[in-house]
């Protein structure tokens, strides 16, 4: 599937600001099954500097500074994706969940190491045994690793409601855990949590995913938001996602943006405005199938 | 040896003197610097204590108390945090030096400049390809769950590929006598300023002892420091501009920041004194943006930038990190150095450094077992109440657990709390560490102690500071020697074989510097605060010189009747007038004054502006200091005495008006007529221009002002002799109001001060690109016309029981005009106190 992606953040504030620092991750990354065929990012009013690169865990970063008085600041980034279905995976076959778990122990080579990385706490993700007594229920003696994952994702479908407005960026994973509610960012640390905390390596994704309008009526533009879910180290396998918020594993209806621990790591845009007092800013993403546009 | 000790310690018939070695540590369980086993002098030890000992009886204890006052005058404090009356607490230097022989330091030192090699090629390691995780020689999580590994800094790119510029290692001697290291210093080593401050103090105390033990010196350390940091510009090479970066005077060790950045020759800067445009990094000053070339950094790795690290880091300056990535300004030490300042990597430094150097390590680490290991984890648990159990990453901030002191219970506890993360824990044996002696009251005692020594970056090795930071613990219990906790330091003397070359640590002349008489590289906030410098000086001046008057009248016993003016003086430029009388108006007006609940009487003025003084202690010369740390004392450790409180109060405000105007004096005969001393001279302008139209206002106005008032107005206003000269003994308010209001001859009038200050705005830089921006010229302009259009003949007179309310009317007006005037020079100067803030991201609200 292609995808073309708008992603437009505007911020205003109650004073002119005369100097602005900025970091943005918008340019959709790039792996085995996910190409970025365009990209832009407009920046108005047009920055005095703008550079790019890579950050620590390969997402393209895009730093840019304003350095004129300023009362509103544009972001806009387009880019072009064409997603390929990732798998199949036979979920009732592979190695066991003890296996798995057992080469991430040892990490016999060096891919393996790596994942390791995403096995240690991090700032909303700290191991909680209670997590992972609530994990366990899907790993039962023997089944297969991927089937595990899956009954996990499920559940969290299942049992937590997905409620807009109902915590906060800061809301500690187990407080979710204990309300039941949250929104995707929430879910998606939970599911890390629950992994990590059995000695899972697990990874936050960031990205954008396509809502099918009902039946016989527009695609509403805007109506997408960013989306986020989670990314498991099956060794032999690689990295595996899973969406608890929808209950599914992705295929090419999932675009990611960016990679990282948790949310910290990914963080769309993020500023420091030398001056003014207050700010507001409004968000909207725009994902069209490229074949229907 | 000379002294009347014998090898086995018993004294000898006779002895004419006690000797300083005599009955030292005889109990003492522990190895000793000083003394071997059987008790006899180390032969390193000899001069030194027999040059003590040839000292006049007296004489040791006078140059004790002459390092004592010499800490005391060079303001030398450090702060304790957590402690409400913990600033500015004196710093304690034991008198005994710490002796160390030249050829023992030389062996210290190379396992030293190896060590700091290694943790740079780590550093460089961790920060790059991690081959030391990917080889197996370090477990990941020393890496990958270490909180100070930062990962927006991997991959940066420094000049000459190093990390490491300034280290330091806390060292402890065992009980075979050799060093270890107990902690490694990798993030902004402190106490190399405090160090320095030790040698200066006691080389003036004992002179010539210190000369004769021929003692290596601290120089060399600071001259290659000085090296290493200008050769790290991007650009300037010539005359980089290097600034030291602090958190600011509420850091623990901020005087040592200001301390070393006027040794060093630095600008003393922190976040706000900074801004980043075009990823370059630029001082603010009133001249203008000024490029910097390298940052000597005392801010923590995750408070240097807001935008890439702690995001509600107000102490950062946010676009540093990319200005760093980009090349355009080198910071020592570089970003996210801090990560090895974990003990986890302790056990493993002997085979990182086979890997990394293909060296055996030379100085050793006290050893340290990391818990991440489950074998290991075992075997700590065991051994459990041998241990001290640390945090295996300070930032954790959990303080060491000795195990020793744990009940069966609390051990239990600590293994559980262990076992939940082990790898978050280390344990060290708890050594048989040496002691050395120190002065505890009249006594030589020994106790336990810790050198912390310095190395800087050279070349493409380092170079060791021959001395270093000596702490002790305070009872030998412990090996935990924290400034913070109450714990005292010593100079570390380092031996030589033979005679000492001086050092200076000015630079090699190879150009000679451009001359440059600007001065408009002033940082805007130091503008700032000499301007509110120069009005706390002149406040207190005035309030000094009002109360004097006042408290003359209180106690006159010529017979005059002086309660009307009394009650007048005592409560002019009061938002409340203090209505008693007699006694209890004495009383009332010394509490104003004095009271400690007071923010608006002296005490007030004095604590601001010995908070400003701490501020600007690398900017006013050491002098001006002194002069302002003295106005302190005498202001807060005055007790007005029960029976003539007046008497005692007097004699106070006398001294203060001496003192202050040797201040002024000392500023105006030795500092330059830069930037600085205009903001200092336009404060203590503006604030006697306000205080002389407010005094004006509360005495003049009021139509019935008797003879004895008038005379206090002259006195105060310091006018009497003019007046006299002019008008003889007739008292007249019109021609006191000209004088002290009008006369712009009279150097205490108001227009007088008004003229100085048109003279001060005409000179500062202006922004020539915005012509308006002079609105503080043009409302001086304003006030200044209004002050000489003023008709004092008509203005005082007074009809039937009316006021002079037209007179007060102008003096409001003037007073409310030099307010807005300070408003306008604070907006035009000042501004660059804006604040940051931070915004971010998206929510992401997807079902």
Redesign the interface.
Known sequence: MKYRITHSTRYGYDEAIPLSHNVVRMRPREHATQTCLQYQMLVLPGPTVKNEGFDYFGNHVTWFSLQEPHTVLRIAAESEVEVHPSGPYDIGKGLSWEQAAQLLAIAPDREILAAREFVFESAHVPWSAELAEFARISFPAARPFLACLLDLTERIHRDFKFLAGSTEIDTPVEEVFHSHQGVCQDFAHLEICCLRSLGFAARYVSGYLVTSPPPGKERLAGADASHAWVSVFVPGTGWVEFDPTNGVMPSDGHITLARGRDYDDVGPSRGILIGGQSHWMDVSVDVVPMESA | MQGPTTPDGVETDLPLRRGFADNYGINSPFPDEMVKPDRTLRPHWREFVSLLDELKPGEFGHRRDLARRLIHQNGVTHNVYGDPNGLDRPWILDFIPLLIAGAHWDAISEGLVQRARLLDRLLADLYGPADT??SGVLP??LL??NPGFL??C??IRLPRGRWLHLYSADLVRNETGGFEVMSDRTQAPSGAGYTLENRIVMSRAIPSIFRQCQVQRLAPFFVSLRETLTELAPANHENPRIVLFTPGPYNETYFEHSFLARYLGYALVQGNDL?????IVYMKTLGGLQRVDVILRRVDDNFCD???LL?DSYLGV??LL?AV??GNVAVANAIGCGVLQAPGFLPFLPAVCRYLLGEELKLPSVQTWWCGQPDILEFVVQHLSEMVVKSAYPTLGEDPVFGQNLTREELSTLERKIRK?PANYVAQKQMMSCTTPALIGEDVEPRRFVIRSYLSAYGDSYTVMNGGLSRITQSNDTLVVSLQKGGRSKDTWILSEGPVSPVTLLPPTTQPIAISRGGSDLPSRLAEDLYWLGRYLERTDTQARLARGTIARMVDQTGIDSAHAVQVLASAGRSKPLLSMGAELEREFIESLMGKTKSDGLRGSVSNLHRLARVLRDTISTDAWRILQEIYRAVFNFRPGATEPMSGLLELLDQLVVTLSAFAGLASESMTRGQAWRFLDMGRRIERAAFGTLFLQATLVEPDADPVLLEAVLEIGDSSLTYRRRYLTHLEPHAIADLLLADDTNPRSVAFQLALLDQHLAALPRDLAHPDRNYDQRLLLKLRTSIQLADFVELCSVGAGRERAEFDALLSGVLEQIAQLSEAIAQLYFSHA??????????????
């Open positions: 995780i990917y990941p999580e990958w769950s990962r927006p991997h991959g801004t980043v445009r075009d990823t807001p935008l890439e995001p946010p676009g990319q990535r980009r993360r804006i604040v940051s803030q931070e915004i971010s991201g998206v929510r992401e609200d997807h079902p």
